[in-house]
DNA sequence: TGATTGTTTGGTATCGTTACCAACTGCCTG
DNA sequence: CAGGCAGTTGGTAACGATACCAAACAATCA
């Protein structure tokens, strides 16, 4: 390297990255001789490869990849990837997950957040075709607007919709076993002779909640348990309404006696419930909570509590290895959805 | 769109994507043609405009970025961010603010873990400079191995790090005010007479922590009191280890009456140790504790606590617009560091 | 020595796109 | 009716890299 920034001349150069071209000319060698050195070196003298890799160096030279991606054969090692919150420490595991497997593939991913917004999602698709990625990993905003996920629409783009189905689209999915894992949890506390068990859900439209909701339904049915449809508490997307929904029910003429919460912003709110509940009566009416999702501290919870932990990192590898069987050429297998086990906590542990 | 997956002809087309040329004979023009309609459709007839817009829908054509980012004066639209840990909820933050604030330049984000590894951190940079990204965000793995993010080594390339600094490089930075904050927070305990603060802390080779202990000096040192230097422990990169070491200071001699700890995993570690260590006593003594880092959950700590809190989404913001006032020309600006403010929360509230 | 083989090197064409220029159209003006 | 002009269209070349072929050369054998 050399001691200035940018090119050889501050001043003269407009800072161009070098081409195969300038390090020919320092190399007093043809652009392919280049090419070829860069390639491995086979059928090149010595001291040229010498030559070419010492005027590389100097130059700083660095293979421009969209340009070697646009010759025939070449793939541009890039894999999309929308979620619908980056920010949710969920989907952070989750993207973590697809990096680990796409980096050991050598591919990069290039994230887009669609924010729950389907035509955010449909922009970003159509960003991520444009740059010829060779596959797609999409945590779908909506159901109900995704025609743009179509494989059609795609031109024939791999794609692996991942945490959350879209019903109606033959496309590779992962998901987590919501319905089992709310069954089984459902079930537990059935077992234990609970019969008025609360659920704490977020809206239906969510596929995950309606599923989970389903499960804790087929529970009741399959034990011939009737269900108190008051009990049933859905549309709580934050901590705060799960809290109010909750306190509502503690004071029902036919209060809950055991509380199953679909996911953790509900769980939160359930244990702040419970817990403000607890210091106002003087008794200790400690109710039963079990919490799908596990969350950072759940070991800490004030109120006890089991929880239906699953692995975010893990679908992320699954959706991507997915990804990577149909980039890698079994592009006739049918699609495929995998459930992700889940696993009952009855006493949360650490980080997983 | 056509019914088929795909091409035109399932079984005889290798699937490729169509060009600008497939285009322009389905829609009996020249290629230049269609490049026109697609850039805007200035100066041509209404009916061919209609023709060619028609012939792309039907053949499903999208330009290929790659390609049109080969011709000179065009940028690749990609802002190269490589992270340290992925998964951990502070880092998932501060690339949605990296996120958001480039989706508004109209730029994706192309991401990749180093795991704190200066290696990976270096084959990463090599592969966005080699995809042409516009810029670099970097959250510095190791600033000892650091030689590859230089700017001479990065051709002019602007770059930006995140989170910790790298001494010695002259290059734009975003910090949380790791010194400031430690320092309020333990003057807040000095103030209110404690005379023996524990302090947590990760090894001192990450600079961040580095920083955070030496607020708390500067803090002692400011009001004329002396540190115990049995009370400082460093070293503690997971809660285990920060439970284990703060149960140890608890028996020594001369105790600790407050803890400052440095990053969330160490206050995790301290809430299970002041937890164990309350339930073994018979008496309830409540050590007094302030943490660094706002980490969900943190009002539902079992043992009493104030925060650090700062913002790692305005941090990727920051840095996200740091770099597009370098992409977009402001080349020759000194580098500039900025340092974060936080807040001290006597009570923890709900997330940022 | 001439023919044959193998190695090293460079020229040319191409990937998909678009800037630039040239050519052509129809229309208006002098 | 020639000349000019605006509007429309297509040909060519170039961005950076490399696969393919051909040329040049050295080494080997009959």
Do not use: C
Not at 54 to 66: C, K, M, S, V
Not at 69 to 96: C, D, F, W
Not at 335 to 345: N, Y
Request: aromatic share 4%; hydrophobic share 40%; proline share 7%.
């Amino acid at each position: 390297m050399k001691g200035s920034s940018g090119g050889d001349d501050p001043a003269s150069q407009p800072a161009r990255p070098p081409t195969v071209k300038d390090v020919a000319e320092r190399a007093q060698v043809s652009p392919m001789t280049v090419s070829r050195v860069l390639a491995g070196g086979a059928n090149v003298r010595p001291q040229l490869r010498r030559r070419v890799e010492h005027a590389a160096l100097e130059l700083g030279y660095r293979r421009n990849e969209n340009a070697r991606s646009l010759r025939p054969g070449h793939k541009s090692g890039l894999i999309g990837v929308t979620i619908t919150n980056i920010a949710n420490p969920y989907y952070a595991e989750m993207q973590g997950g697809i990096e680990e497997v796409a980096a050991q593939a050598n591919r990069r991913i290039i994230v887009g957040n669609s924010n729950e917004d389907p035509d955010r999602e449909r922009q970003l698709v159509a960003d991520f075709i444009g740059r010829r990625v060779e596959g797609l990993i999409v945590v779908p905003a909506d159901p109900a607007h995704s025609d743009h996920l179509d494989s059609d629409a795609l031109g024939g783009t791999p794609i692996v919709f991942a945490s959350r189905p879209v019903p109606g689209l033959d496309v590779d999915t992962v998901l987590i076993d919501d319905i089992g894992g709310a069954y089984e949890a459902t079930s537990r506390l059935l077992e234990e002779g609970h019969r008025q068990i609360a659920f704490l859900g977020t809206r239906t439209s969510v596929l995950t909640g309606q599923r989970r909701l389903q499960g804790y339904r087929n529970a009741h049915r399959d034990r011939n348990v009737p269900v108190y449809e008051h009990l049933i508490r859905t549309g709580q997307q934050e901590a705060a309404g799960a809290e109010k929904a909750l306190a509502e029910l503690l004071v029902h003429e036919v209060p809950p006696t055991a509380v199953f919460s679909a996911n953790n912003r509900n769980t939160l709110g359930a244990i702040r419930a419970i817990a403000k509940f607890r210091s106002a009566q003087s008794q200790a009416t400690d109710l039963r909570l079990i919490g799908f999702d596990w969350f950072e501290f759940a070991d800490l919870s004030p109120v006890p509590l089991s929880i239906v932990a699953h692995d975010p990192r893990e679908l992320g590898r699954r959706a991507a290895q997915m990804l990577l069987a149909r980039i890698e050429g079994d592009l006739v297998r049918p699609a495929e959805t995998v459930e992700l086990p889940v696993e009952l906590q009855l006493e949360p542990r650490g980080p997983q």
